[in-house]
């Protein structure tokens, strides 16, 4: 194994190994809080900025493209240039950025500055994982910092709606942003005591595939949220699905070339590392992603104001909590990809059995049989594929296991949002008949099963050498 000697004075200091661990927690609460709590208010930031169902999936996507489509780029610059540098710079722009989205006056500003913060999650994403590898060299330390980091993940996700809706009501949608900053700040503070550490072999930034990678995420995701309002035949549309085809192929191109590419296209030659890319692409494209959808039933036709929303999604959030908190256990005792793929059979199965028991006229507990079971699925997915990621490569490369996991990651959430949305009607919820809305919703969330069952059954094959050698 290839350190710094920064990296081995943290590895061998356990003080060192706890604050590193702390700090990766609370950005990635930060970051998980985020995407929570807007869900809550996506009702309250449409009439608050007079914005439809395109302006609320542009909040959404705004954040999830850049992080996408930079988180690599952030990995391979904090590998090179330090990743405690990286991640207080991400912090510092996070929270800055969040501050600009609580002070939005309009729905392109608040876009625009979502954008921004999603660039700063990225920095955080690429080194939040990246930190907590310097500092467990051994598989028992790892297994139980990924443990403390997927239960963290869990409880975000656990109280994530429910502070969303406290917040939106006895204050108002702006104060789900502000949040942030009191965090952002805890956070830098911690982050002073900790070491840095780079890769003495890190790779060079890779412009042309960069540029190709955010071109081509940007035309799809724009090309999808369109195609219901202009039509799949609007010259918008079509141009834009060429152009996303031709950067793209572009992009695949740029790598195989490149004498640094930022995603060497070799690595998907290895099973152990293309299982876990498809794996968390497939919980965000699926559950993650038909989270937008899932508020607007609730508080769209079922009728439900944010802090309802947000008690109606507690007892499956704080079941992945419970669950991710007991996986790390599990995972010295069972292979991560088998557990990774159990939960996302549990996700899948739980999409299909949100389409047999949702109506125009049920009540909001018609959503907790398949909420629960995807919950579980969910809980049984984050550490273990946590543990997949950074064990696809080697502990120098830390960073680009972090990041190419990212991506894969929150392509998912961002290309999910925009098709599973092609399946709902333009409008939305908003004066649309409940029943065309909800028949919109239950093709969204089969698609979505149907893709996490793909998606799990692939990556177990990807993964079964892997699971009987063990």
């Keep these: ?187 830098l503070v911690l982050a002073r005591r900790v070491r840095e550490s780079r890769d003495p072999q890190a790779r060079r930034l890779d412009v042309p595939g960069q540029v190709a990678l955010v071109v081509g995420l940007f035309l799809l995701v724009l090309a999808l949220l369109r195609g219901n309002e202009d039509g799949w035949g609007s010259a918008l549309v079509a141009s834009s699905l060429a152009g996303a085809l031709a950067a793209l192929v572009a992009l695949v191109v740029i790598e195989h070339r490149s004498r640094a590419p930022m995603l060497p296209l070799g690595l998907f030659r290895r099973p152990s590392f293309t299982a876990p890319q498809l794996l ?10 038909g989270f937008l959808y899932l508020t607007l039933y609730l508080q769209g036709v079922v009728g439900l104001s944010p802090l309802q929303t947000g008690l109606a999604y507690l007892p499956g959030t704080a079941l992945v909590f419970v669950v991710s908190g007991m996986t790390a256990g599990l995972m010295t005792r069972f292979a ?72 894969f990651r929150q392509t998912g959430l961002a290309v999910g949002v925009a098709w599973l949305g092609t399946f709902l009607p333009a409008a939305g919820p908003f004066g649309t008949d409940p029943g065309a809305f909800v028949a919109g919703l239950h093709h969204a969330v089969l698609a979505a099963g149907l893709l996490a069952l793909g998606c799990a059954v692939v990556g177990g094959l990807l993964l079964r050498p892997e699971g009987h050698s063990r």
């Design 280 to 289: 968390v692409f497939g919980i965000s494209a699926s559950f993650f992603a």
């Design 1 to 187: 194994m290839t350190m710094t000697t920064e990296t081995a004075q943290v590895t061998g200091t356990a003080p060192g190994q706890k604050v590193s661990i702390a700090v990766a927690c609370v950005a990635t609460v930060m970051l998980m809080l985020d995407v929570s709590v807007v869900n809550t208010a996506l009702n309250d930031i449409a009439a608050g900025l007079q914005a439809g169902l395109s302006g609320l999936q542009w909040v959404i996507d705004a954040y999830t493209l850049p992080l996408a489509a930079v988180v690599l780029s952030a990995g391979a610059l904090a590998d090179r240039f330090g990743r405690k540098r990286a991640f207080v710079g991400g912090m510092v722009l996070f929270t800055l950025a969040s501050a600009a989205c609580a002070l939005a006056p309009g729905i392109a500003t608040l876009v625009a500055a979502r954008a921004a913060q999603g660039v700063g999650a990225a920095v955080l994403f690429a080194t939040a994982l990246a930190l907590i590898s310097e500092v467990t060299p051994t598989v028992e330390e790892r297994a139980r910092a990924l443990g403390v980091y997927g239960a963290a993940i869990g409880a975000a996700f656990a109280i994530g709606p429910f502070v969303g809706g406290v917040l939106t009501e006895a204050i108002g949608w702006r104060a789900i942003f502000w949040c942030n900053v009191p965090i952002g700040v805890l956070t």
């Design 336 to 407: 991560p990809g088998a557990l990774a793929v159990v939960g996302l059979l549990l996700v899948a199965a739980g999409m299909v059995v949100f389409a047999w028991t949702t109506h125009a006229d049920s009540g909001w507990a018609s959503i907790l049989p398949g909420f629960l079971l995807a919950s579980v699925g969910t809980g049984l997915f984050n550490p273990s594929g946590s543990a997949l990621a950074l064990t696809a490569l080697p502990p120098e490369q830390s960073g680009l296991a972090a990041g190419a996991n990212d991506t």
